[in-house]
């Protein structure tokens, strides 16, 4: 009897340690991903008021954005490699608040932004903070009109910051119903060069797509 009483113990003690090795386990992964990854919680929280703020018209979530306690990136630049530097850190930016199915490759929205703005030197880039040419028929909202064609019906609409003008880029091509084939391509795991293939309606240009992939080339050096 007591050789049984003494076998009991024993198993009952493994059984306690491995208990403890097990809870250990649990808070010792706790603390790592508490420490190491980013506070869920907050992240969605931050998401949730960016979504909340895009889904309102005339492009209220710029001011949303603008008023929530985030810092945003100055965006300096003095030459073509800092203004392309200026877009990555901009993109960095706005990628910790918009999911990850709505981002779009830094290297087609800086060759995007290039093209578009003359790396930062267009007149719709300087009085604007307008990057990507992006037209509004809403003459209510901050716009510009072309310095050559001051009455025409449209204007290109103007933000606060260049940021905010990247935020508008991002927008358009996650809502707009032309771009429903490049949030395909992304769906799929296109590259930056396939996606820009996607991108004929975003201008009159018939070289348009051409122009795009030769920037990301030269980029992607």
Not at 46 to 65: G, R, S, T, V
Not at 67 to 92: G, H, R, W
Not at 189 to 198: H, I, R
């Amino acid at each position: 009897m007591k050789i049984v009483k003494k076998t009991t113990k024993r198993k009952r003690f493994k059984i306690f340690l491995i208990k403890v090795g097990m809870i250990s386990a649990v808070i010792l992964s706790a603390f790592i991903y508490g420490t190491f990854q980013s506070n869920f919680i907050v992240e969605k929280a931050h998401h949730q008021q960016i979504a909340d703020a895009i889904e309102q018209n005339n492009f209220e979530w710029e001011n949303k954005l603008s008023q929530m306690d985030l810092q945003e990136p100055s965006f300096e630049f003095t030459d073509n490699d800092s203004f392309v530097s200026a877009i990555y850190q901009c993109v960095d930016y706005l990628n910790l608040y918009i999911t990850r199915a709505e981002r779009i490759p830094k290297l087609l929205v800086a060759a995007q932004a290039a093209l578009e703005s003359e790396w930062g030197n267009s007149y719709f880039a300087i009085e604007g903070n307008a990057l990507f040419g992006i037209k509004t028929y809403d003459l209510a909202r901050a716009h510009l009109k072309p310095r050559n064609r001051p009455n025409v019906k449209w204007g290109v609409a103007s933000y606060k910051t260049k940021c905010q003008s990247v935020m508008g880029y991002i927008h358009l091509l996650n809502t707009g119903s032309h771009y429903e084939k490049f949030r395909k391509v992304r769906k799929n795991g296109g590259n930056p060069y396939q996606l820009a293939d996607t991108l004929f309606h975003y201008s009159e240009n018939g070289n348009y797509e051409k122009l795009v992939k030769q920037i990301i080339k030269k980029l992607d050096k």
